[in-house]
């Protein structure tokens, strides 16, 4: 908090995402810096529906609203000002409000490394359907369609599998999970190598072998292979 006076600015300039249920309710935090610290709070939807008083709650230089979203309408920017002597917040603090649902999958996968045991892949996120999210892989033999493995990530949706046998194809099956239910999966060919080739990392693989996405429902495979 600077020493001189000021008018209140965001503590944060990043716009948070929060995904709400029709039926839940979230506590959205609005935090500025200012000084005086003696300040009065606003809140509104997409900057024309006022919050009313009872909706949030003021302590120093920290409002919390909650937010209960019962229609469509209730949906969108949720902004925030506060004021002190010296004057009103120039720019809001900006919070969106957006309907909660599952993930969207990860996008853009590659294989980074590979070794005579080992897989690296690497993927990006998709839309979190604004709830925190975890990434999974699943590893299948292609021939066998033999579970092999299973890995989670928090973070991102980079993997790293090992202990897989040398010189055989997989089937890597990648989706995220949030409290709302599962993405959407992707299922990417790739292969070890082979024991009496070059066992050392063997540098980014710019392509993977092939790559499919299908739905939500655990993988089934037919006889000849094919992803139902």
């Known amino acids: 908090m600077t020493s001189f006076s000021d ?7 990043r716009s948070r995402v929060y995904g709400v249920g029709k039926t839940e309710s979230v506590s959205v935090a609005c935090e500025v810096d200012a000084s005086p610290s003696d300040l009065s709070f606003t809140w509104a939807l997409d900057g024309a529906k006022i919050l009313a008083s009872e909706q949030y709650h003021t302590n120093g230089t920290r409002s919390v609203a909650t937010v209960s ?3 469509p309408q209730d949906y969108g920017v949720l902004m925030c000002w506060a004021s002190n002597v010296v004057g009103r917040q120039r720019e809001p603090c900006t919070f969106r409000i957006i309907p909660a649902g599952p993930p969207e999958e990860p996008k853009n996968c590659i294989i980074t490394n590979r070794t005579v045991n080992c897989i690296y892949l690497e993927c990006e996120r998709g839309q979190d359907g604004g709830l925190q999210q975890l990434f999974q892989l699943e590893v299948f033999g292609t021939d066998s369609d033999k579970f092999l493995a299973n890995v989670t990530a928090h973070n991102a949706p980079v993997f790293t599998v090992c202990s897989l046998p040398p010189k055989e194809s997989f089937v890597l099956v990648v989706y995220a999970i949030n409290s709302k239910g599962k993405s959407k999966q992707i299922a990417i060919h790739a292969s070890t190598m082979s024991l009496n080739g070059n066992n050392a990392i063997a540098g ?3 392509n993977i072998e092939s790559m499919e996405v299908f739905g939500n429902e655990p993988m089934i495979r037919k006889e000849n292979g094919a992803i139902s």
């Open 7 to 13: 008018a209140p600015r965001c503590h944060s300039v």
């Open 69 to 71: 979203p019962r229609s």
């Open 204 to 206: 980014r693989i710019g």
